[in-house]
């Protein structure tokens, strides 16, 4: 009988960077693409030199798409991807709170491990928000940030099978990143399906004043209800 050998204190610290450095991609890449879209990348670009293993390669894929796509074109592809599809939304807490008293809540957890750390939470941004988590996984408390993205890994399975149904070159990234992230039980992935299928929860009196929805970027928001 083979015996298995136990990470060494040296083996799991050279994981735990990896995870940093994936993370730390991932945020980069899956931010807004404005006019700083090239410094992030070219930023990118010297953190995937220290990653291996196939991360480096999603990464790289999205990253390459990226370079050769118009920034025009790079910003209507990111709205019609993340903030016109509800099923690809990064707002972590839409599938577990969704339009009920519930999301607040959970809006507050991710303030309060931020204000624990001692950072403060974004400006300009939800805190649930995928970038924002995971830049704060990479650079600020990654044991705490890796339990955030630990509890909702069925919202970025979710998001991540939306996003290989539209043959988004995204998708690569989230794989990364779930790739950082503890396996996933049959019932888990069962679970996903089923939300996938049947939506966020939801109820219909009672609301509080919280509008994060999946809103639209640069007022873009119509009387389009997104891609079910």
Known sequence: MKLLRRPSRRDTAARQLQHRLIRQSASLLLAYPDEQLHSRLDIVD???????GPEREQLARTAAH??????????????????MRRRSTMYLTYWTGGDTRNRGTE??????????????????????????????????????????????????????????????VYADTIAAVCATL????????????????????????????????????KDEQSAREGDL
């Open 107 to 168: 809006i507050h957890a991710f303030v309060r491990a931020y204000l624990e750390a001692g950072a403060e939470p974004p400006v300009g941004e939800a805190p649930d928000h995928l970038p924002v988590v995971l830049e704060f996984a990479a650079t600020v408390a990654p044991e705490v940030g890796e339990q955030l993205l630990a509890a909702h890994r069925i919202p970025l399975d979710v998001l991540h099978g939306a996003l290989v149904e539209s043959e988004s």
């Open 66 to 83: 990226l370079r050769r796509t118009g920034l025009l074109e790079a910003e209507q592809d990111y709205v019609a991807t993340f903030d």
């Open 182 to 217: 503890p396996s996933v039980s049959d019932q888990q992935q069962q679970h996903a399906r089923q939300l996938a299928q049947a939506g966020p929860p939801a109820e219909a009196i009672g609301l509080q004043p919280f509008t994060l929805t999946v809103p639209p970027r």
């Open 46 to 52: 010297r953190l995937l030199d220290h990653i291996d």
